[in-house]
């Protein structure tokens, strides 16, 4: 008989030694299912989020002379969006929402939680500038880490606004002579900074057409504005309480019809020079106890276009397409 192995002498096979342990095998499942645990937790925690946000909505938030609605939250996932568009829309890189976000919460959000699609909207009421409420959307994407606001005003809106705030009388030996009303057709506003400009200050053209209406006694003209153009310079001033904001325009350029007066000469410059003072008082008017969050992005870049009445509300302008 032939000699025996010490394998065989002990009564184990050698091949039931080179066969790791059940609990060897074990851990390595257990590493996969929790790395496959996290990445769904990672996947899923936006819609997750939204879910447990949109229990508590609609919700209402109330400020100086207006009332901001949150409607819906929403991933995107499922390709909905608003309809019609709305009127009010933010764009914003995914990082640079949840910094805002983190800021505006005060606790830490970890990154990949916004991401590409995920949006919120609602209505938001301005009672100065109009009865109803505008609708707005907060949509993560694009390219710059600076958000990008379009808003869309009808005319007739921003009409009713100036008819309040920016009617002007003007005087003549001391007593009320001309009464000036200023009606915009149609315009944009669109940011015109410099690369390095300030934190706290922004600067906007300003470009429309419209017209003006002088009465004086039985005389009633219209005077036609082909074009106006100037710039708005916007100035956040830190506090305790948060971002005040402040708001003032400067009339460069205009192209109207001759308006001549007897002893007077020529009413242009004095009339633009009527609604540069009244729009400027409007607008410290309604600002005066506007008060921003700290947190508030003021690197925010603005673009406005000013329908013509009876336009309706076109689609939401693309990143990148000209005003």
């Not at 342990?21 to 937790?41: D, E, F, K, N, T």
């Not at 694009?142 to 009713?160: E, F, K, M, T, Y």
């Not at 057409?209 to 009633?220: E, F, K, R, T």
Request: hydrophobic share 45%.
């Amino acid at each position: 008989m032939g000699a025996m192995t010490p394998a065989a002498i002990s009564g184990r096979s050698s091949v039931a030694s080179t066969t790791p342990p059940r609990r060897s095998r074990l851990i390595p499942i257990l590493i996969v299912l929790l790395l496959a645990g996290v990445v769904a937790a990672y996947l899923l925690a936006p819609t997750i989020g939204c879910l447990i946000l949109g229990g508590d909505l609609p919700q209402h938030e109330k400020f100086n002379r207006g009332d901001l609605v949150i409607a819906a939250l929403s991933t995107g996932s499922d390709g909905t969006s608003p309809s019609p568009p709305p009127e009010f829309q933010v764009l914003i890189d995914g990082e640079r929402a949840r910094s805002l976000a983190s800021q505006a919460l005060g606790w830490w959000l970890p990154p990949g939680l916004t991401r590409t699609g995920q949006h919120a909207e609602g209505t938001i009421l301005l009672s100065d500038l109009r009865e109803r409420p505008f609708t707005w959307q907060v949509l993560v994407g694009g390219i710059s880490p600076a958000p990008l606001a379009c808003l869309q005003v009808l005319a007739a809106d921003l009409n009713r606004f100036l008819s309040l705030n920016a009617q002007s009388t003007i005087e003549i030996s001391d007593h009320q002579a001309i009464t000036c009303t200023y009606v915009v057709d149609g315009g944009r506003i669109e940011d015109d900074d410099a690369p390095n400009h300030p934190r706290l200050e922004r600067r906007s053209r300003v470009v429309a057409h419209g017209s003006i209406i002088v009465d004086a006694g039985s005389l009633h003209r219209v005077l036609p504005v082909r074009s106006l153009s100037g710039h708005a310079i916007t100035t956040f001033t830190e506090s305790p309480a948060g971002l005040h904001i402040a708001i003032e325009v400067a009339i460069e350029a205009a192209d109207a019809d001759v308006l001549s007066f007897p002893l007077v000469g020529d009413l242009r410059p004095l009339l633009l020079k009527q609604l540069e003072i009244a729009a400027n008082r409007g607008l410290k008017q309604g600002l005066e106890k506007v008060i921003l969050p700290t947190w508030f992005p003021t690197d925010l870049h603005l673009e406005v276009r000013i329908l013509e009445n009876g336009a309706g509300t076109p689609a939401p302008r693309l990143p990148g397409e000209p005003l």
